[in-house]
């Protein structure tokens, strides 16, 4: 694909609970002659879907295989646990994994966070994915840790969470296939990274200023004129 090219467009992947409006938004504003496309990918699904050309770019969570791909980090999200609102966790504003030890904590098989040891006790099934597990929280079986984003978007009037400042954190980066770095790929990278409409994409580094500047010549103070003597009116000389 090239700059102008019609037809074309231009196909964003996200994973759940990724808000990508802001950028796209700019894109439209800037790029109003190509089409972007979105679509929510299940997060585990969309490097493979990246390497089989059926997106341009994607928004993933962080730990994934780089193979191929180029990888922009983004930005960290508050891992949080979700439980019911009359769960005594609920009157805390914040806590730490050493607080859920005796809890039962659902692990569902979609889980993005990287966990060195699950934390409180493995709950009574592993769901198949996050929104069957919010499910199970409400109904008072277990707890869950998730990303805030995915947490506000599986909420319940039934549920509320609260930080955990020592959990693993997911971290949002932009990925697509090195080899297909297209004019695309760039412009959209440059709107991610906050580049103006005028600014370079970075295909050409810009070359370096290496002239010497002109030394800075030193203002010359005016000179002040004279002023010329009176001149005498020869008609006011006395006769001889």
């Known amino acids: 694909m090239t700059d102008g090219e019609s037809g074309t467009e231009f196909r964003l992947a996200y994973a759940p609970g990724v808000t990508p409006a802001k950028w796209v938004n700019v894109w439209t504003e800037r790029i109003p002659d190509i089409p ?63 607080d859920l030890t005796d809890e039962d904590i659902f692990h569902p098989l979609d889980d993005t966070l990287d966990w060195p040891s699950h934390p409180g006790r493995p709950a009574f099934t592993r769901p198949p994915t996050t929104a069957n597990a919010v499910e199970l929280v409400a109904s008072g079986t277990g707890l869950l840790l998730v990303p805030q984003s995915l947490a506000r ?29 297209t004019d695309q790929v760039d412009d959209f ?24 500047p002109k030394p800075q010549q030193a203002t010359r103070k005016p000179i002040p004129r004279r002023t010329p003597p009176p001149r005498h009116n020869r008609k006011g000389r006395q006769g001889r």
Do not use: C, M
Not at 192 to 212: A, D, E, L, M, Q
């Open 189 to 212: 990278i440059g709107i991610v990274r906050g580049r103006t409409p005028n600014s370079s994409r970075g295909r050409t580094p810009p070359t370096p200023n290496t002239k010497t």
């Open 153 to 181: 978007l599986h909420h319940r009037r039934d549920l509320t969470y609260r930080p955990v400042q020592d959990a693993p954190q997911s971290q949002i980066a932009l990925a697509w296939p090195t080899e297909a770095t």
């Open 36 to 98: 972007i496309t979105l679509t929510t990918v299940p997060a585990a699904d969309l490097v493979p879907l990246l390497r089989d050309g059926a997106a341009d770019a994607a928004f993933v969570r962080l730990p994934i295989d780089r193979d191929g791909l180029s990888v922009i980090p983004l930005y960290v999200e508050t891992t949080v646990v979700v439980v019911p609102k009359d769960h005594a966790i609920a009157a805390v504003d914040e806590l730490t994994l050493a």
